[in-house]
């Protein structure tokens, strides 16, 4: 059988679980709107991983309304979803269905080895769903349903991008189907690939870090990003003279890096600009740049959730054309598999 060779596709997607962050932007949504301009893109709101970790009745609402705000982010920050599909992953049944094969595909060795389910359990792992532990496989199923080749993503998600080359391997060794899915590639590019804490520089930004002053969100107004910025943890010295200067100041590389992410600009022009500054005159021109960046996708994502029906339309539309790509797939796995009808 010969291997199939699969055009330039990409896929990726967020949790509906809290505001998006700066984290999220700068490491992945950023790229995401340059990417569809060379690549066919698909969207998505992963609101099946979303319930992985806290959901029930009380959270039915909440739910609802962060996978609108999630879309209407997309969709603020530069993504056309006319172009580009937006929609929810509940929407698209046959990430569910793929996601059960993988997960008779998939090893418990391979599963055990994923830190970022230790990082969220820590010493409860007993108490955590099992749907955050086959979380991973959750995703992989997401990338592959589309056979997709690209999947822009922050530094955090290597690994369970490494398992889905694994599982796409073994699936195409194990159904004697070489290269029916792709080895996806993750892009992860640019000077935040890995945005931290503006309380604690060794710690990533996070949705559910309990300081909201560790993290921008996109919602945030201008007086709030600048206030936030003001206040990021910082250490006693003036701004380094070169790249090596930063070694050690995690606070310090991180603020430089969020700089240049935001301007479009490599790290080192970042430096050498303030080489010798004190952080106070930095932080007040990052916070400029930062208001001036985020403030106009604030502005656009409540219009657009001003009309909720519209978001709603949105979505379902985007389930309908990414429907349309992976239901033959999802055909074709059950065919290799050996499922009949
Ligand atoms: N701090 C970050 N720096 C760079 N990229 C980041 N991403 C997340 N945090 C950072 C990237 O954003 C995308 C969407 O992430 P997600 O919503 O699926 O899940 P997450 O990683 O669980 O987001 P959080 O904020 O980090 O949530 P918690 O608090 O649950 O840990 C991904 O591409 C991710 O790499």
């Known amino acids: 059988m010969t291997a199939i060779t699969h055009t330039n596709r990409v896929l990726s ?9 700066l984290g999220n932007y700068l490491g992945a949504l950023k790229n995401w709107v340059a990417m569809q301009d060379r690549m066919e893109c698909l969207y998505c709101v992963v609101d099946m991983h979303a319930i992985t970790q806290d959901s029930g009745y009380g959270k039915r609402e909440t739910l609802a309304a962060s996978i609108r705000e999630v879309a209407a982010a997309y969709i603020a920050s530069g993504i056309d979803p006319k172009k580009s599909p937006v929609f929810n992953q509940s929407r698209v049944p046959e990430h569910a269905e793929l996601a059960w094969v993988f997960s008779c595909v998939a090893r418990l060795g391979w599963m055990d080895r994923m830190t970022q389910f230790k990082e969220k359990t820590g010493k409860h792992k007993e108490r955590a769903s099992v749907g955050l532990y086959t979380y991973p ?11 997709a080749t690209h999947v822009p993503v922050g530094e955090d998600q290597r690994q369970h991008l490494e398992l889905t080359r694994d599982i796409a391997q073994k699936f195409n060794n194990d159904f004697a189907a070489p290269g029916f899915f792709p080895l996806t590639e ?5 000077p935040a690939t890995r945005v931290m804490s503006l309380r604690d520089g060794t710690k990533k930004m996070s949705k559910t870090d309990e300081s909201d002053m560790s993290r921008i969100n996109l919602t945030d107004d201008a007086d709030t990003i600048a206030s936030k910025i003001r206040k990021a943890r910082t250490d006693p010295n003036p701004l380094p003279e070169s790249a090596k200067g930063l070694e050690g100041r995690p606070e310090a590389e991180n603020l430089i890096n969020i700089y240049a992410a935001l301007a479009d600009e490599e790290a080192e022009t970042v430096i050498r600009r303030f080489a010798g500054h004190q952080f106070s005159s930095f932080k007040s021109e990052l916070a400029e740049l930062a208001v001036a960046k985020l403030t106009p996708i604030a502005a656009e994502m409540r219009r657009l959730l001003a009309d909720p029906a519209e978001i709603d339309r949105t979505l379902k539309d985007g389930a309908l054309r990414a429907r349309a790509i992976a239901a033959p797939i999802m055909d074709e796995v059950k065919r290799l598999v050996g499922f009949v009808g």
């Open 13 to 21: 997607g967020m949790q509906p679980t809290n505001t998006l962050h």
């Open 137 to 147: 496989i959750l995703m992989a199923a997401d990338i592959l349903i589309y056979q």
């Open 186 to 190: 993750p892009v992860i590019t640019g």
